[in-house]
């Protein structure tokens, strides 16, 4: 059964370095997304994207985040300079466009911790 | 903007005994609605989603959830849990246009006792 991968399963960096997360989405998949979840709070949307661009992302995606789809199977999150309140459980999802309610599929997530 | 509220932080429960995971959510706008499971050192896994017609959704593993539009709420149920229904349920929300982001709840963990 396709599924949702995800590299690093945990990374740890010093504050103020940058992180690549990467994602590679099921692929028929058309649309993306990356979500995270800090330690005892819920899981928050960051941003989606759609036809290799942003279709929407929260206030949490400020000018630090930036997404890639750098070729046809991989989608990435960089953080360009980490803040220790950067340190969540980082999960990427994707789905097929069916225009009624889209299951999203996660992958396993990406533990990082800022120092 | 949506909103969700899962009202039990924490669920326990003895096996073969029924459980109820409730879930309100807030809209201005019509919406999809979905339960979520997170098993240990897992990804989100759908267990059920209502989109339109019947109140009743029944999903995977033996879980159902009511729709109930005048209360706002979507709460999930299963009427005889099992030691490997011990996991994080995760109730959200998406607006039926665009991206469909999907809004989550702050999860009710569900604990098992034999």
């Known amino acids: 059964e396709p599924e949702v991968t995800q590299t690093p399963s945990h990374q740890v960096t010093q504050m103020g370095q940058e992180v690549i997360l990467r994602c590679v989405p099921i692929s028929n998949h058309l649309y993306f997304y990356w979500y995270r979840q800090i330690l005892g709070q819920k899981v928050e949307f960051l941003v989606s994207f759609y036809n290799n661009e942003i279709s929407e992302k929260s206030e949490i995606f400020d000018d630090q985040f930036s997404v890639e789809r750098p070729d046809g199977s991989n989608f990435t999150l960089k953080i360009r300079s980490t803040k220790l309140e950067d340190s969540a459980m980082y999960f990427c999802?994707?789905?097929?466009?069916?225009?009624?309610?889209?299951?999203?599929?996660f992958g396993p997530g990406t533990r990082l911790t800022v120092l | 903007a949506q909103s969700v509220t899962q009202l039990d932080s924490q669920v326990p429960v003895f096996e073969e005994a029924p459980v109820e995971l409730r879930c309100n959510y807030s809209?201005?706008?019509?919406?999809?609605l979905f339960w979520y499971v997170q098993y240990p050192n897992q990804g989100l896994q759908l267990l059920l989603k209502y989109l339109s017609g019947s109140t009743l959704v029944k999903g995977i593993n033996g879980f159902e959830a009511e729709f109930n539009k005048s209360q706002t709420s979507f709460h999930l149920r299963k009427p005889s849990v099992h030691i490997s229904d011990t996991a994080e349920y995760f109730c959200a929300v998406s607006v039926t246009q665009g991206a469909q982001k999907l809004v989550f709840g702050q999860g009710t963990r569900l604990t098992i006792n034999p």
């Open positions: 809209s201005s706008v019509s919406v999809y």
């Open positions: 999802a994707s789905s097929v466009p069916s225009g009624r309610g889209n299951e999203q599929f």
